[in-house]
């Protein structure tokens, strides 16, 4: 196949197309987290080495990529990668835990401490996620996009203050108030870092990339707009010049209208607000990606049907309608139900 044959066959892909809102055959689908510990080939391959050294290997990363998107018959793949290695070369030391998740060993406690973080001088430094990129694309089927992604300056600036997961955000709020120019100084070394990263990514395969703010959910509207806004709003500016960014935002509706105002071609949404709902929000000028309750994947087959079609009515046949889960996939879930659920939405999605 030659490069403008894939390029077509990528741009007239289901995926493709829901993201610019045409009208298509069916409702795309994939699932956040579809490479993942719940998939014994997964596990297969995660047995031999660590987190880590899988991310950084990129035939592994090639490998487990690729075998979920076949496995699932989903309409996109996702960059096996995580959110926190390109912090490493800016200075971060970070270790995945084994049952804790990752940890960062010298986190930026105060302001003071924030000339530590460096922005990313060149992405050579995180070269094995563009080697990956390369073979996934030349691996994957012509009518399936590839997936970058990265973390929206908030959630990385939120881990390298905490360290890891955090409940209350005690130190990243304490700095944001009581400092607002060390904040601007972090949050503009994280926003130059990730423009470049994600537009490497781009450049060496990827079709459109997700921005996750995984952790924005637990500030205000007014703090949103005042301390992370402006700064995810110069990521997706700058990247949605090269591609598609679907901007995906968990844990506050009421974030809803300035998550609109940050950008992005699709916003990905999660369970706590209704569909039709957020899209009457965001007006018909996005698309929008989710939002299925992840723990639906626990409930018996019938009712994960029902709560399938319940999704797919929820957009009242609106063009741009991506399924997935409204959060990751959880390690204990039963892989046959998250193929199941990727079997009702092409045929209940259908139009
Ligand atoms: O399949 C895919 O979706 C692609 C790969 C991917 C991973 N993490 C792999 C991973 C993606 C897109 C992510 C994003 C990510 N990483 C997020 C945002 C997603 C969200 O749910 O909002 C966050 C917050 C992280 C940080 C992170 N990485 C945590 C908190 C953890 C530990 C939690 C856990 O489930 O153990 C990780 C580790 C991680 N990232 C795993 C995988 C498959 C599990 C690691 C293992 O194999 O042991």
Known sequence: MTPSDL???????????????????TTPVWIMRQAG????????????VTFIELCKTPELACEVTVTAQEILGVDAAILFADLLPMLEPMGMDLEYVKGEGPVIHNPLRQAADIDRLKALESVEAVG????????????????????????????????????????????????????????????????????????????TGCQAVQLFDSWAGCL?????????????KRVIDAVSQDAPVINFLTGNPALLPAQKEAGGQVMGVDWRI???????IFGPEVGVQGNLDPVSLYADLPVLKQRTIDVLNSVSGRNGHIFNLGHGVMPDMNPDHVKALVEYVHELGAR
Request: net charge neutral; proline share 4%; charged share 20%.
């Open 7 to 25: 390029n077509s066959s990528l741009h007239n892909s289901l995926f493709m197309k829901t993201v610019r809102r045409e009208s298509t055959e």
């Open 37 to 48: 510990r719940y998939l014994p080939e997964y596990m297969a391959v995660r047995n031999k």
């Open 128 to 203: 094995y996620v563009f080697d990956a990129v390369k073979m996934i694309r030349n691996e994957l089927p012509a009518d399936i996009p590839l997936l970058g992604f990265a973390g929206a300056p908030f959630t990385l600036a939120s881990y390298c203050i905490e360290s890891g997961g955090s409940k209350n955000y005690v130190t990243t709020k304490k700095i944001m108030y009581n400092d607002e120019g060390a904040w601007t100084a972090l949050m503009n070394s994280l926003v130059d870092s990730v423009i470049m990263y994600l537009k490497a990514q781009i450049a």
């Open 220 to 232: 205000s509207a007014a703090d949103y707009r005042r301390y992370v806004l402006p700064h995810t």
């Open 274 to 280: 209704g569909l039709n709902d957020a899209w009457d």
